[in-house]
């Protein structure tokens, strides 16, 4: 192979996300609600629960692996909008109603795929999800049902789905501890990373730490005013001024937040998400 041909396969290979949901928990629109966000008529102002698919490509470009980050009470929309036909696992990243309510939904994937669905969380993140979605477990494909196997997220310690790393850390939220994740390609050696650190208040050292070098950084940012267990603007800026990523992107948005006018006062490589928003 030639050196040209070489770099051209390096290129292909890489992470790619896509956001499904860029909303806070109660969505945006909110319900009952007659701000003028919520009442906006631009796209990006229409926020789902968050949720994202990071994909793994392969050296000729194609999608090698799929995973699921979050399966949210918009599960089923966000699939049907983004025209998601394969998952190869879902990661929950923690008990919060807004992150794993459409996991019910998951049963189309099991029967489109013939296959039960790896679902990755913390030991105390499976637990909750056992205690009140007990019967979507199984190690075995069952009709009707979802089928969806447990597999147990050890904090610090690295884990592999498909051609992807994860590395997991622990983000404070204040009312639990969400699991963050920063993301590499197996095939490339100290390739570009992917962190994706929705739901927190504030870092801990370990997880500066994790996020040393990290090119791409996703982020709650909730909104202006401050919140007890989410990020507000002065605070996500503070975390992107330490760890200094390539470039950011903001999640998690309240309605406080109108896209436009708020991404404008932002520096070029800040972006709030978006819906739709693909990044690679
Ligand atoms: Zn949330
Ligand atoms: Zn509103
Ligand atoms: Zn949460």
Redesign the pocket.
Known sequence: MTRALFALHFESMKISLEFLGTG??VGVPMIGCDCAVCHSADARDKRLR?SAIVRGHGADGSVDTTVLLDTTPDFRYQMLRAKIRRIDAVIITHF?A??IMGIDDMRRFNIIQKQVIDVWGTAKTLESMRKSFGYVFSDTLRAGWPSLRAREITIGEPFQIGCMTFLPFDLDHEVIINTGLKIQHTGIENGPSLAYC??VKRMDEKAFAALKGTDTLVLDMLREANHPTHMNFIEAMAVVARVKPRRAYFG?IAHEISHAMFEARLPENIRLAYDGMLVD
Do not use: F, P, Q, V
């Open positions: 806070t928990s968050s919060h807004d992150h929705l739901d998690h």
